[in-house]
Nanobody, 124 residues
Protein backbone atom coordinates (compact mmCIF):
# COMPACT_ATOMS: atom_id res chain seq x y z
CA UNK A 1 0.00 0.00 0.00
CA UNK A 2 1.39 3.36 -1.06
CA UNK A 3 1.35 6.16 1.45
CA UNK A 4 2.28 9.81 1.05
CA UNK A 5 2.22 11.80 4.27
CA UNK A 6 2.64 15.57 4.29
CA UNK A 7 3.77 17.61 7.28
CA UNK A 8 5.16 21.03 8.10
CA UNK A 9 2.19 23.25 7.44
CA UNK A 10 1.10 26.01 9.78
CA UNK A 11 0.47 29.70 10.27
CA UNK A 12 3.15 32.13 9.12
CA UNK A 13 3.30 35.88 8.57
CA UNK A 14 3.74 37.37 5.10
CA UNK A 15 7.40 37.30 4.15
CA UNK A 16 8.05 34.27 6.32
CA UNK A 17 9.16 30.75 5.46
CA UNK A 18 7.98 27.18 5.90
CA UNK A 19 9.33 23.81 4.83
CA UNK A 20 6.87 21.09 3.93
CA UNK A 21 7.79 17.40 3.92
CA UNK A 22 6.26 14.52 1.98
CA UNK A 23 7.25 11.11 3.35
CA UNK A 24 6.69 8.22 0.94
CA UNK A 25 6.32 4.57 1.86
CA UNK A 26 4.96 1.30 0.55
CA UNK A 27 6.96 0.92 -2.64
CA UNK A 28 10.02 2.11 -4.48
CA UNK A 29 9.63 5.38 -6.33
CA UNK A 30 12.72 5.28 -8.53
CA UNK A 31 10.69 5.84 -11.69
CA UNK A 32 8.22 8.31 -10.25
CA UNK A 33 7.63 11.99 -10.52
CA UNK A 34 6.58 13.80 -7.34
CA UNK A 35 4.68 17.08 -7.37
CA UNK A 36 3.39 19.48 -4.76
CA UNK A 37 -0.07 20.79 -5.49
CA UNK A 38 -2.15 23.30 -3.57
CA UNK A 39 -5.80 24.14 -3.35
CA UNK A 40 -7.22 27.34 -1.94
CA UNK A 41 -10.90 27.63 -0.95
CA UNK A 42 -13.08 27.97 -4.03
CA UNK A 43 -10.19 27.43 -6.42
CA UNK A 44 -8.91 24.61 -8.59
CA UNK A 45 -6.09 22.43 -7.37
CA UNK A 46 -2.91 23.71 -8.99
CA UNK A 47 0.60 22.33 -9.40
CA UNK A 48 3.30 24.21 -7.53
CA UNK A 49 6.57 22.30 -8.00
CA UNK A 50 7.66 18.90 -9.28
CA UNK A 51 10.76 16.72 -9.19
CA UNK A 52 11.88 13.34 -10.49
CA UNK A 53 12.65 10.77 -7.81
CA UNK A 54 15.79 9.98 -9.78
CA UNK A 55 17.38 12.88 -11.59
CA UNK A 56 17.88 16.59 -11.18
CA UNK A 57 15.13 18.20 -13.25
CA UNK A 58 12.64 20.38 -11.37
CA UNK A 59 9.56 22.26 -12.46
CA UNK A 60 7.82 25.28 -10.94
CA UNK A 61 4.66 27.24 -11.41
CA UNK A 62 5.36 30.82 -12.47
CA UNK A 63 3.71 32.11 -9.31
CA UNK A 64 6.33 30.50 -7.05
CA UNK A 65 9.51 30.68 -9.13
CA UNK A 66 12.35 32.23 -7.16
CA UNK A 67 10.49 31.77 -3.85
CA UNK A 68 9.89 28.01 -3.55
CA UNK A 69 12.38 25.18 -3.93
CA UNK A 70 11.62 21.47 -4.24
CA UNK A 71 14.18 18.86 -3.23
CA UNK A 72 14.35 15.24 -2.15
CA UNK A 73 16.27 12.98 0.19
CA UNK A 74 16.21 9.51 -1.36
CA UNK A 75 17.65 7.89 1.77
CA UNK A 76 14.70 9.20 3.78
CA UNK A 77 12.14 8.67 1.00
CA UNK A 78 11.10 12.27 1.49
CA UNK A 79 10.43 15.22 -0.80
CA UNK A 80 10.57 18.75 0.57
CA UNK A 81 9.09 22.08 -0.43
CA UNK A 82 10.98 25.06 0.95
CA UNK A 83 8.72 28.09 0.79
CA UNK A 84 10.24 31.55 1.26
CA UNK A 85 8.86 35.08 0.96
CA UNK A 86 5.38 33.73 1.56
CA UNK A 87 2.39 35.80 0.46
CA UNK A 88 -1.21 35.76 1.60
CA UNK A 89 -2.14 34.25 -1.76
CA UNK A 90 -0.02 31.19 -0.93
CA UNK A 91 -2.63 30.21 1.66
CA UNK A 92 -3.97 26.78 0.71
CA UNK A 93 -3.98 23.10 1.54
CA UNK A 94 -0.78 21.64 0.10
CA UNK A 95 -0.73 18.08 -1.23
CA UNK A 96 2.02 15.90 -2.55
CA UNK A 97 1.30 13.47 -5.34
CA UNK A 98 3.21 10.80 -7.25
CA UNK A 99 2.94 9.25 -10.68
CA UNK A 100 4.85 6.77 -12.83
CA UNK A 101 3.38 7.80 -16.16
CA UNK A 102 3.92 10.78 -18.43
CA UNK A 103 1.97 13.80 -19.50
CA UNK A 104 2.07 17.41 -18.51
CA UNK A 105 3.62 17.63 -15.04
CA UNK A 106 0.97 20.06 -13.84
CA UNK A 107 -1.98 17.90 -14.86
CA UNK A 108 -3.43 16.58 -11.60
CA UNK A 109 -5.37 13.85 -13.40
CA UNK A 110 -2.14 12.05 -14.33
CA UNK A 111 -1.19 11.35 -10.70
CA UNK A 112 -1.74 7.95 -9.11
CA UNK A 113 -1.11 8.62 -5.43
CA UNK A 114 -2.01 11.53 -3.16
CA UNK A 115 -1.35 12.53 0.41
CA UNK A 116 -3.97 13.89 2.78
CA UNK A 117 -2.72 17.47 2.63
CA UNK A 118 -1.32 20.01 5.07
CA UNK A 119 -2.73 23.49 5.68
CA UNK A 120 -0.57 26.54 5.06
CA UNK A 121 -1.96 29.87 6.20
CA UNK A 122 -0.14 33.11 5.47
CA UNK A 123 -1.61 35.93 7.50
CA UNK A 124 -0.59 38.82 9.69
Amino acid sequence: QVQLVESGGGLVQPGGSLRLSCAASGRTFSNHFITWFRQAPGKEREAVAGIYWSGSATYYADSVKGRFAISRDNAKNTVYLQMNSLKTEDTAVYYCAARSGGGRWSDRYTYDYWGQGTQVTVSS
